[in-house]
């Protein structure tokens, strides 16, 4: 299984349009620092690829991905379809910007479906541009081939009913349940190899635990360093985990749960306020303690 990292990046990006922290200022004088919106692509077969989230860069994302440029054909792209691991803006803002597609294909869970479909009204918003088809993503014991024919297989761990800021209220409540959340399991069947990609990790399900355990490679939410940080960076009065990540550091951190698997251990989803975008942060030396590593943008992952 191949797998390109598209983006590290929470909500935002690094550096932020219109923040001058110094996060966000190291990384406009260090073009090297600068982290994309996170996202992966997945090989299916030769030269065919899907997306796992589709954000506000993915145009350029795919410029930096050689394997996703277009061709031999004019308008012939490896890019088949996206798959989503929630309905968060900073992880489907892409899909309109890839309106120039023939046809697109969209794999998400019915409570994301739903939320694009209905409360975005996705399908009549690009119908004029292209044709938009949708899949159900599938929960765990049920995964299927991500493309008709393809070793590698799908299937989401249901993570947390949180829904995005946008679809907070519902009719139905917003405590109405639903899999908004999911971590993506990715099993090449050729193989035996797993990954498990969660960029938005708000608990730590008994699925979740059992996933991991058995994945070669997991690649999870690294919003913020600590709990407080949200609070003390002076931009929410709730602490990351009411936020919808849990930290990495400390009691209730993603570390220590991670510093015991075999896996290939990885964090994305970083935001501008975590210390882990100043390669000079000490908060490193911590990580490679335990054996974890920091994804970067381009980062190629073979399993
Ligand atoms: C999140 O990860 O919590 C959301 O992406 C936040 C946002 O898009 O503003
Ligand atoms: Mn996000
Ligand atoms: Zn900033």
Redesign the pocket.
């Known amino acids: 299984m191949l797998l390109k990292v598209l983006g590290t990046a929470?909500?935002?990006g690094v550096p932020q349009w219109n923040c001058a922290c110094r996060e966000c200022a190291g990384a406009r004088t260090h073009p090297r620092r600068r982290r994309r919106h996170a996202a992966l692509a997945v090989q299916v077969a030769e030269g065919r690829w899907y997306l796992v989230n589709a954000t506000p860069d993915i145009g350029e994302q795919i410029e930096d991905c050689p394997e996703l440029h277009p061709g031999p054909g004019h308008r012939r792209t490896p890019v088949a379809g996206v798959v989503l691991t929630?309905a968060?803006?900073?992880?489907t803002l892409g899909i309109a910007r890839l309106r120039e597609a023939e046809q697109l294909e969209v794999i998400a869970t019915a409570a994301v479906r739903e939320a694009l479909r209905g409360r975005r009204q996705l399908d009549s918003l690009l119908a004029p541009y292209t044709e938009l088809s949708w899949r159900d993503l599938p929960t765990e014991g049920l995964a299927q081939p991500l493309a008709a024919g393809s070793a590698v297989h799908i299937s989401a761990v249901p993570l947390s009913a949180k829904r995005?800021?946008y679809a907070a209220t519902d009719p139905a409540g917003a405590d109405a349940p639903g899999d908004w959340v999911t971590a993506l399991r990715l099993t090449d069947r050729a193989t035996g190899r797993t990954a498990v990609y969660a960029?938005?990790l708000g608990t730590w399900p008994q699925a979740l635990e059992e996933a991991v355990a058995e994945a070669d490679c997991v690649i999870v939410?690294g919003?913020f360093w600590d709990d407080d940080e949200p609070r003390r960076a002076n931009f929410s009065t709730r602490g990351a985990t009411a936020?919808?990540?849990l930290p990495i550091d400390g009691p209730n951190g993603t570390a220590r749960r991670l510093a015991s698997l075999p896996a290939r251990r990885l964090y994305t989803?970083l935001?501008n306020t975590n210390p882990l975008i100043d390669p000079a942060a000490p908060q490193h030396k911590t990580l490679a303690r335990l054996g974890i590593e920091v994804a970067a943008d381009g980062m190629e992952i073979v399993l």
């Open positions: 929470a909500g935002g929630d968060e803006l900073d992880h995005p800021r960029p938005a939410d919003t936020m919808g990540h989803h935001n």
